[in-house]
Protein backbone atom coordinates (compact mmCIF):
# COMPACT_ATOMS: atom_id res chain seq x y z
CA UNK A 1 0.00 0.00 0.00
CA UNK A 2 3.02 2.15 0.80
CA UNK A 3 4.95 1.73 -2.11
CA UNK A 4 5.11 3.80 -5.56
CA UNK A 5 7.33 3.49 -8.72
CA UNK A 6 10.74 4.34 -7.40
CA UNK A 7 11.89 6.89 -9.24
CA UNK A 8 15.73 6.24 -8.14
CA UNK A 9 15.17 3.06 -10.50
CA UNK A 10 15.15 5.34 -13.75
CA UNK A 11 19.09 5.00 -13.98
CA UNK A 12 18.60 1.12 -14.40
CA UNK A 13 15.74 1.11 -16.06
CA UNK A 14 16.56 2.93 -18.97
CA UNK A 15 19.93 1.22 -18.98
CA UNK A 16 18.26 -2.32 -19.37
CA UNK A 17 15.07 -1.21 -21.41
CA UNK A 18 16.40 -2.71 -24.98
CA UNK A 19 18.50 -5.54 -23.44
CA UNK A 20 16.79 -8.83 -23.86
CA UNK A 21 19.58 -11.49 -22.02
CA UNK A 22 17.78 -10.85 -18.56
CA UNK A 23 15.80 -13.33 -16.47
CA UNK A 24 11.80 -12.85 -16.22
CA UNK A 25 9.18 -13.49 -14.14
CA UNK A 26 5.95 -13.55 -14.88
CA UNK A 27 3.93 -12.98 -11.68
CA UNK A 28 -0.25 -13.46 -12.02
CA UNK A 29 -2.79 -16.13 -11.46
CA UNK A 30 -3.43 -19.20 -13.24
CA UNK A 31 -5.43 -18.44 -16.05
CA UNK A 32 -4.63 -16.87 -19.08
CA UNK A 33 -6.22 -13.44 -18.43
CA UNK A 34 -4.14 -10.50 -18.27
CA UNK A 35 -1.32 -12.93 -18.10
CA UNK A 36 -1.29 -14.56 -21.25
CA UNK A 37 0.72 -11.55 -23.56
CA UNK A 38 3.14 -10.94 -21.74
CA UNK A 39 3.70 -14.51 -21.02
CA UNK A 40 3.34 -15.16 -25.02
CA UNK A 41 5.90 -12.50 -26.15
CA UNK A 42 8.04 -14.17 -23.83
CA UNK A 43 8.24 -17.41 -24.81
CA UNK A 44 7.81 -16.44 -28.57
CA UNK A 45 10.90 -14.09 -28.25
CA UNK A 46 13.00 -16.69 -27.05
CA UNK A 47 13.81 -15.09 -23.82
CA UNK A 48 14.64 -16.51 -19.88
CA UNK A 49 11.67 -16.38 -18.27
CA UNK A 50 9.26 -18.62 -16.43
CA UNK A 51 5.49 -18.04 -14.78
CA UNK A 52 5.46 -17.54 -11.12
CA UNK A 53 2.16 -17.06 -8.83
CA UNK A 54 0.78 -15.61 -6.43
CA UNK A 55 1.24 -17.49 -2.73
CA UNK A 56 -1.74 -15.74 -0.89
CA UNK A 57 -2.73 -12.78 -2.86
CA UNK A 58 -5.19 -11.04 -0.29
CA UNK A 59 -2.97 -11.35 2.89
CA UNK A 60 0.36 -11.12 1.09
CA UNK A 61 1.06 -10.06 -2.73
CA UNK A 62 -1.82 -7.84 -2.84
CA UNK A 63 -0.24 -5.49 -0.65
CA UNK A 64 2.56 -5.25 -1.83
CA UNK A 65 2.23 -4.66 -5.74
CA UNK A 66 1.81 -1.08 -7.07
CA UNK A 67 -1.67 -0.97 -7.73
CA UNK A 68 -3.36 -3.78 -5.84
CA UNK A 69 -3.69 -6.34 -9.67
CA UNK A 70 -1.57 -8.19 -11.34
CA UNK A 71 0.37 -9.05 -13.66
CA UNK A 72 3.66 -7.81 -12.43
CA UNK A 73 6.77 -8.49 -14.39
CA UNK A 74 10.48 -8.37 -12.83
CA UNK A 75 12.94 -8.34 -14.45
CA UNK A 76 16.42 -9.51 -13.34
CA UNK A 77 19.81 -8.34 -15.24
CA UNK A 78 22.82 -9.83 -16.10
CA UNK A 79 24.26 -8.05 -13.12
CA UNK A 80 21.54 -9.08 -10.45
CA UNK A 81 19.53 -6.33 -10.29
CA UNK A 82 15.62 -6.44 -10.55
CA UNK A 83 13.44 -4.59 -12.49
CA UNK A 84 9.44 -4.59 -12.44
CA UNK A 85 6.82 -3.16 -14.29
CA UNK A 86 3.08 -3.63 -13.16
CA UNK A 87 0.05 -3.33 -15.29
CA UNK A 88 -0.44 -5.49 -18.67
CA UNK A 89 -0.06 -2.54 -21.05
CA UNK A 90 3.09 -1.26 -19.51
CA UNK A 91 3.99 -4.95 -19.54
CA UNK A 92 3.71 -5.26 -23.27
CA UNK A 93 4.96 -2.32 -24.24
CA UNK A 94 8.09 -2.43 -22.38
CA UNK A 95 8.58 -5.97 -23.45
CA UNK A 96 7.72 -5.27 -27.12
CA UNK A 97 9.97 -2.60 -27.39
CA UNK A 98 12.79 -4.70 -25.68
CA UNK A 99 12.30 -7.34 -28.26
CA UNK A 100 11.68 -5.54 -31.32
CA UNK A 101 7.76 -6.48 -31.86
CA UNK A 102 6.84 -2.88 -33.23
CA UNK A 103 8.02 -3.36 -36.62
CA UNK A 104 10.58 -1.59 -38.31
CA UNK A 105 9.50 2.35 -37.99
CA UNK A 106 6.34 4.28 -36.92
CA UNK A 107 4.05 2.92 -39.67
CA UNK A 108 4.23 -0.29 -38.63
CA UNK A 109 3.99 0.32 -35.15
CA UNK A 110 0.49 2.25 -36.25
CA UNK A 111 -0.50 -0.70 -37.83
CA UNK A 112 0.02 -3.36 -35.26
CA UNK A 113 -1.13 -1.08 -32.85
CA UNK A 114 -4.27 -0.98 -35.00
CA UNK A 115 -4.35 -5.05 -35.30
CA UNK A 116 -3.79 -5.58 -31.73
CA UNK A 117 -6.78 -3.16 -30.64
CA UNK A 118 -8.96 -4.79 -33.16
CA UNK A 119 -7.61 -8.12 -31.43
CA UNK A 120 -8.50 -6.76 -28.01
CA UNK A 121 -12.41 -5.97 -28.85
CA UNK A 122 -13.14 -9.77 -29.68
CA UNK A 123 -11.46 -10.37 -25.99
CA UNK A 124 -12.80 -8.18 -24.40
CA UNK A 125 -16.63 -9.13 -25.88
CA UNK A 126 -16.16 -12.07 -24.26
CA UNK A 127 -14.49 -11.55 -21.19
CA UNK A 128 -17.03 -8.37 -20.38
CA UNK A 129 -20.02 -9.45 -22.10
CA UNK A 130 -20.04 -13.44 -22.72
CA UNK A 131 -18.01 -14.68 -19.36
CA UNK A 132 -19.15 -11.52 -16.98
CA UNK A 133 -22.92 -12.30 -17.89
CA UNK A 134 -24.53 -13.95 -15.06
CA UNK A 135 -28.19 -14.40 -16.47
CA UNK A 136 -27.83 -17.81 -18.38
CA UNK A 137 -30.78 -16.06 -21.44
CA UNK A 138 -28.62 -12.62 -21.37
CA UNK A 139 -25.39 -14.91 -21.60
CA UNK A 140 -26.92 -17.48 -24.31
CA UNK A 141 -27.72 -14.49 -26.42
CA UNK A 142 -24.55 -12.61 -26.16
CA UNK A 143 -22.53 -15.92 -26.91
CA UNK A 144 -24.48 -16.10 -29.68
CA UNK A 145 -23.15 -12.90 -31.32
CA UNK A 146 -20.31 -13.75 -30.46
CA UNK A 147 -20.45 -16.73 -32.17
CA UNK A 148 -22.67 -15.06 -35.31
CA UNK A 149 -21.07 -11.64 -35.41
CA UNK A 150 -18.28 -10.82 -33.39
CA UNK A 151 -15.94 -13.29 -34.51
CA UNK A 152 -17.14 -13.68 -38.55
CA UNK A 153 -16.77 -9.66 -38.48
CA UNK A 154 -13.69 -9.76 -37.25
CA UNK A 155 -12.59 -12.61 -39.24
CA UNK A 156 -13.48 -11.05 -42.51
CA UNK A 157 -11.46 -7.97 -41.45
CA UNK A 158 -8.55 -9.63 -40.47
CA UNK A 159 -8.04 -12.05 -43.65
CA UNK A 160 -8.10 -9.23 -45.82
CA UNK A 161 -5.34 -7.20 -43.98
CA UNK A 162 -3.41 -10.25 -43.54
CA UNK A 163 -3.74 -11.55 -47.71
CA UNK A 164 -2.74 -7.78 -48.54
CA UNK A 165 0.66 -8.34 -46.59
CA UNK A 166 0.76 -11.48 -48.60
CA UNK A 167 -0.67 -14.47 -46.51
CA UNK A 168 2.40 -14.93 -44.95
CA UNK A 169 1.93 -15.80 -41.50
CA UNK A 170 2.21 -12.26 -40.37
CA UNK A 171 0.55 -8.91 -40.07
CA UNK A 172 3.31 -6.41 -40.86
CA UNK A 173 6.23 -7.17 -43.57
CA UNK A 174 7.76 -10.42 -43.09
CA UNK A 175 8.76 -10.10 -39.34
CA UNK A 176 7.30 -11.39 -36.37
CA UNK A 177 5.32 -8.71 -34.59
CA UNK A 178 3.18 -8.61 -31.54
CA UNK A 179 -0.24 -8.59 -33.88
CA UNK A 180 0.78 -11.60 -34.55
CA UNK A 181 1.15 -13.00 -31.34
CA UNK A 182 -1.66 -11.50 -30.12
CA UNK A 183 -3.64 -12.99 -32.34
CA UNK A 184 -2.49 -16.77 -31.61
CA UNK A 185 -3.20 -15.83 -27.87
CA UNK A 186 -6.97 -14.66 -28.92
CA UNK A 187 -7.25 -17.73 -31.16
CA UNK A 188 -6.55 -19.90 -28.02
CA UNK A 189 -10.26 -18.62 -26.86
CA UNK A 190 -11.91 -18.34 -29.80
CA UNK A 191 -11.07 -22.06 -30.85
CA UNK A 192 -12.25 -22.76 -26.99
CA UNK A 193 -15.67 -21.09 -27.88
CA UNK A 194 -16.17 -22.12 -31.26
CA UNK A 195 -13.77 -24.75 -32.27
CA UNK A 196 -12.52 -24.39 -35.95
CA UNK A 197 -15.80 -23.83 -37.06
CA UNK A 198 -15.38 -20.30 -37.59
CA UNK A 199 -10.94 -20.27 -38.28
CA UNK A 200 -9.80 -23.09 -39.97
CA UNK A 201 -7.00 -23.61 -42.73
CA UNK A 202 -9.81 -23.60 -45.54
CA UNK A 203 -12.32 -21.02 -44.86
CA UNK A 204 -9.33 -18.35 -43.41
CA UNK A 205 -6.37 -19.34 -44.32
CA UNK A 206 -4.50 -16.17 -43.78
CA UNK A 207 -5.51 -16.43 -39.82
CA UNK A 208 -4.44 -19.84 -40.08
CA UNK A 209 -1.24 -19.03 -41.86
CA UNK A 210 -0.51 -16.93 -38.22
CA UNK A 211 -1.78 -19.39 -35.87
CA UNK A 212 0.70 -21.99 -37.69
CA UNK A 213 3.83 -19.76 -37.66
CA UNK A 214 3.81 -18.67 -34.39
CA UNK A 215 3.46 -22.03 -33.23
CA UNK A 216 6.12 -23.21 -35.14
CA UNK A 217 7.98 -20.98 -33.05
CA UNK A 218 10.22 -23.76 -30.78
CA UNK A 219 9.92 -21.56 -28.24
CA UNK A 220 6.64 -20.36 -28.14
CA UNK A 221 5.12 -24.16 -29.19
CA UNK A 222 7.14 -25.25 -25.81
CA UNK A 223 5.15 -22.69 -23.99
CA UNK A 224 1.97 -23.78 -25.41
CA UNK A 225 2.61 -27.50 -24.75
CA UNK A 226 3.66 -27.12 -21.51
CA UNK A 227 2.12 -28.32 -18.16
CA UNK A 228 1.78 -24.69 -16.86
CA UNK A 229 -0.09 -23.48 -19.58
CA UNK A 230 -2.26 -26.79 -19.25
CA UNK A 231 -2.78 -25.25 -15.40
CA UNK A 232 -3.72 -21.85 -16.86
CA UNK A 233 -6.14 -23.26 -19.73
CA UNK A 234 -8.07 -25.42 -17.17
CA UNK A 235 -7.88 -21.88 -14.48
CA UNK A 236 -9.92 -19.59 -17.63
CA UNK A 237 -12.09 -22.76 -18.01
CA UNK A 238 -13.12 -23.05 -14.09
CA UNK A 239 -13.09 -19.12 -13.55
CA UNK A 240 -14.30 -17.80 -17.25
CA UNK A 241 -15.96 -21.07 -19.05
CA UNK A 242 -13.33 -20.88 -21.96
N1 LIG B 1 -5.33 -2.37 -15.21
C1 LIG B 1 -4.80 -3.63 -14.75
C2 LIG B 1 -5.94 -4.53 -14.32
C3 LIG B 1 -5.39 -5.74 -13.62
C4 LIG B 1 -6.47 -6.57 -12.97
O1 LIG B 1 -7.65 -6.15 -12.82
N2 LIG B 1 -6.07 -7.76 -12.53
C5 LIG B 1 -6.98 -8.64 -11.87
C6 LIG B 1 -6.90 -10.03 -12.51
S1 LIG B 1 -7.28 -9.95 -14.22
C7 LIG B 1 -6.55 -8.80 -10.42
O2 LIG B 1 -5.41 -8.66 -10.08
N3 LIG B 1 -7.52 -9.12 -9.56
C8 LIG B 1 -7.26 -9.41 -8.18
C9 LIG B 1 -7.70 -8.33 -7.26
O3 LIG B 1 -8.24 -7.29 -7.71
O4 LIG B 1 -7.52 -8.51 -6.05
C10 LIG B 1 -3.95 -4.26 -15.85
O5 LIG B 1 -4.31 -4.13 -17.03
O6 LIG B 1 -2.92 -4.85 -15.53
Redesign the pocket.
Known sequence: MTRTIDNTSRALFNANALKQDSTFKVL??K?H???ANPRAILAASGAKWECVFPKD??NEE?NT?L?????NLFETTLTGEVIEV??????ENYLCRKFNLLGNDAFDEMKIRAFCCSINSVATFLLLKVAGIKDPEVKAAMRAQFVETVVPRFVTYHERHLEANGRNGHYVGDKLSFADIKLAVELVSIFSETGETLVNKQSTPAIWAVWEMVNAIPSYAKWAKSEVFQACSEGNMRLLGY
Open positions: YFVGLGWFKTFGVLPAESDAI
